[in-house]
């Protein structure tokens, strides 16, 4: 995909002037940024930076200033539930799913933003593919969650954030504490995902494992400005051993 | 047949402590506020349904419905006021604060204004099912306690039924175990909050309703039922419906057994001085630790 093809395409996700706020610490601040339907888009920078406070910003996790646009129409402020209508749901940063509850009532609560019929729900595409998704998980279905070991926990998070029928899924730091071939598993359905026609974002501390299957990149720095260098200036990223970038760039 | 017959009436006070076990547990759950005020509902139903039947003269059922609408609609009231300022405003409390004292606040104001409506005596909500009590044998079944019965177990198992079998049910779960991840799939973690409040005060003044035929309610017997609540949900780490009801029972039916065979008169100093007793002994396995935990 070319640079100049990809601004004649429809925007799935526009960001303008996003700031969010927890007290009087800002987290963010002015970020503006756009996410092309069909891209993979990775937000990195260090740690503490307000990468995942973008995400809750503009998922409505937390209430911030500026404008968010999900294919077109503004989104409400502080409002998940429309977020998730209109086709952006997230996979949170530490999963939060509900422990007690088994595996597939986890994945099956995603479909609470679409539907209040349990019926309905089981018999959807959009949580049969999820649980088809993971294979690994089948005879774990009926297990609570809280005992799912790391990387089984992350794709039940993955599995919900599908069942909500998502155009643009956002997944936040997705290998967090997992080992290097659970990680690499989870990048695995990622793409596989992403290859089905599903708008991602993906939070990364790391950069190297996130632009291996991401196309455009939001540069996060100092937890207030945020540097769009993924948007139209970026050349097309071939893989390789390193990536264009760094591993790690210092400040 | 001592022991039958002591047994029936355990089980009988049991299922109603059962019942403020569950509404104090369910209600822990979702809100993270325990309702102290859980008993003082059941007070209103009662001394309500009097007031309006045996003073006002209305019809018996025009007054337990108009006596259910009022707990429902100050419930709600409630909720929308006080709560909404604690807990959703951009000053949210946490802590003891909120966990305690608004619903204990809440039960010393309606045992004021009970005691002005209603006065001091004892009193009770006609009896539904009139007659002498059945009798199987040499065991006796007093007819509300068949009645408290039965509306514990229609009640308690449709609210299994709502929990294990419906998406709203698994959504109620969800945003007691984790409301962030409650939030992330479009859960409205207050307005299950609000629900289960008004469904459990409603609930509460049903049993009132119906049990108070059987012990008699004065304004200040709110405080009583809801510490015995409080107590069952204890044993269920709060957060277990299913254990808080078991606990119920449990109590009940030791309460009734001390009393009759132990000494009439201090039975309830026996059954707590077991209570704690068993508390210290096996405190993992009444999930006391993770009442305290969270």
């Known amino acids: 995909m070319s640079a100049a093809a990809s601004t004649t395409e429809k925007a799935a996700l526009t960001v303008t002037g996003l700031s969010v706020a927890y007290g009087n610490v800002v987290a963010v601040h002015d970020a503006t940024f756009a996410v092309a339907e069909g891209d993979a888009c990775a937000i990195t920078g260090p740690n503490g930076n307000g990468k995942s406070s973008i995400l809750m910003g503009v998922t409505g996790m937390v209430r911030r200033r500026g404008t968010v646009e999900i294919f077109g129409a503004a989104a409400k402020n502080g409002d998940v539930r429309w977020a998730a209508r209109h086709g952006l749901t997230l996979v949170p940063e530490r999963r939060q799913l509900y422990p007690d509850l088994s595996a597939s009532d986890n994945i099956i609560l995603g479909c609470y933003t679409w539907t209040r019929s349990i019926g309905k729900a089981r018999r959807s595409d959009a949580y049969g593919r999820a649980v088809e998704l993971f294979p690994e998980l089948k005879p774990h279905l009926k297990q609570a969650a809280g005992t799912l070991s790391g990387g089984q926990q992350q794709m039940v998070a993955i599995a919900r954030g599908l069942a909500a029928n998502p155009r643009i899924l956002a997944v936040d730091e997705p290998c967090l504490g997992l080992a290097e071939a659970v990680a690499k598993r989870v990048y695995d359905v990622l793409a596989q995902i992403h290859a089905a026609g599903t708008t991602l974002i993906v939070v990364e501390e790391a950069p190297r494992r996130a632009l291996s299957l991401c196309n455009r990149r939001v540069e996060v720095r100092n937890g207030m400005a945020v540097s769009v260098r993924g948007d139209t200036a970026l050349p097309e990223y071939t893989p390789g051993p390193d990536g264009p970038y760094p591993p790690r760039s210092t400040a | ?294």
């Open chain 2, 1 to 294: 047949m001592k022991f039958g017959n002591l047994l029936i009436a355990g089980i009988t006070t049991g299922s109603i402590y059962a019942m403020f076990a569950v509404c104090v547990a369910v209600w822990y759950r979702v809100s993270n506020i325990l309702n102290l005020a859980v008993g003082d509902f059941a007070m209103v139903g009662a001394l309500g349904v009097d007031n309006l039947y045996r003073v006002k003269g209305l019809p018996l059922p025009v007054a337990i419905i108009t006596t259910l609408a009022v707990v429902a609609v100050f419930a709600y009231a409630y909720d929308q006021v006080v709560l909404r300022i604690a807990q959703d405003g951009p000053r949210r409390m946490e802590g003891i604060v909120v966990t305690f004292f608004f619903t204990f606040a809440l039960s010393f104001f309606i045992d004021g204004v009970a005691k002005m409506l209603f006065g001091t005596d004892v009193h009770a909500a006609p009896a539904l099912w009139n007659g002498a009590s059945l009798t199987l044998g040499s065991l006796n079944f007093e007819r509300a306690g068949i009645l408290v019965l039965a509306c514990a177990v229609i009640i308690g198992g449709a609210f299994w039924l709502y929990i294990r079998f419906t998406l709203a049910g698994k959504a109620l779960e969800a945003s007691g175990e984790n409301s962030v991840g409650a939030r992330i799939v479009g859960i409205d973690t207050r307005q299950y909050r609000r629900l289960i409040f008004v469904a459990t005060a409603v609930i509460a003044a049903v049993f009132g309703i119906i049990e108070s035929p059987i012990t008699g309610y004065t304004y200040l017997s709110g405080a009583t039922i809801s510490l015995t609540g409080f107590i069952a949900a204890a044993y269920g780490g709060f957060r277990k419906p299913g254990r808080a009801l078991l606990a119920g029972l449990f109590i009940g039916v030791l309460e009734a057994l001390l009393g009759g065979y132990v000494s009439a008169e201090y039975g309830d100093t026996v059954m707590y001085a077991l209570l704690a007793a068993l508390i210290l002994a096996w405190p993992q396995g009444l999930g006391f630790e993770s009442a305290v935990s969270g």
